[in-house]
């Protein structure tokens, strides 16, 4: 079946706690995006990677990192989160940029 | 920089009334252009999509979508809305050469029985 998954689905830490949240598509698509979901602001694209090893910064990048080592996975990394990250996050990926995107079915973080 | 509207943050309907939510963007060139729907509790699902060709455009669940350059916007309409399509709505707006995707807020629909 082709999907897109993200690990863990809910999650609550502390500030400062280094943590990551896995993202894995079994479509070979090219293009990988992950979005945050806040209340009255909709989606906000935090990275995206057009490929393997090609990243760049969506429009609320600050306090994220990711990578694209393999095709299939592009994790967020949250170096040292604070409460301002609170959010609901979805992963999700395309054939290519511009093709309609398949969404991951969210990560709940909660950080205290 | 590409960005997209929508005005309507919540619409409450009753059953059989006809929908009509309206997405606006800000880009003067080739758009692909994309409805989502977010059922409560669940991630993002394809509505329907624009690329090319006819402006009318229909997806699933008997919703449909009207492409007018002059005025740039894609609103998402639909005859008679049924309960079950109390969701949130999501236009979102992929411009020609830019690689970001960028969403509206959303608009929450809520079907009265």
């Known amino acids: 079946e082709a999907q897109v998954t993200q690990n863990p689905r809910y999650l609550i830490t502390v500030t400062g706690k280094k943590l990551t949240v896995t993202c894995s598509q079994n479509?070979?698509?090219?293009?990988m995006s992950w979005y945050r979901q806040d209340p009255g602001l909709g989606l906000r694209q935090i990275y995206y990677?057009?490929?393997?090893?090609?990243?760049d910064k969506g429009d609320v990048p600050e306090g994220y990192k990711v990578s694209r080592k393999e095709k299939r996975n592009f994790p967020l990394i949250l170096e040292s989160p604070s409460p301002n990250q609170t959010s609901l996050y979805f992963c999700?990926?395309?054939?290519?940029?511009?093709?309609?995107?398949?969404f991951g079915p969210g990560t709940r973080l909660t950080v205290l | 920089a590409q960005s997209v509207s929508q005005h309507n943050h919540h619409v409450i309907l009753s059953e059989a009334a006809s929908l009509e939510l309206g997405c606006n963007y800000s880009?003067?060139?080739?758009?692909?252009l994309f409805w989502y729907v977010q059922y409560p509790g669940q991630h993002l699902q394809l509505l329907l999509k624009?690329?090319?060709?006819?402006?009318l455009v229909k997806g699933i669940k008997g919703f449909e979508a009207e492409f007018i350059k002059s005025k740039f916007s894609f609103n998402l309409r639909k005859p008679s809305v049924q309960w079950s399509d109390t969701a949130e709505y999501f236009c979102?707006?992929?411009?020609?050469?830019?690689?970001?995707?960028?969403f509206g807020t959303g608009t929450k629909l809520q079907v009265i029985p």
């Open positions: 999700a990926s395309s054939e290519k940029r511009g093709n309609e995107q398949f």
């Open positions: 979102a707006v992929n411009a020609g050469g830019y690689q970001k995707v960028t």
């Open positions: 479509m070979n698509h090219e293009y």
């Open positions: 990677s057009m490929n393997v090893e090609v990243t």
């Open positions: 624009y690329f090319s060709g006819d402006p």
């Open positions: 880009y003067g060139g080739t758009v692909n």
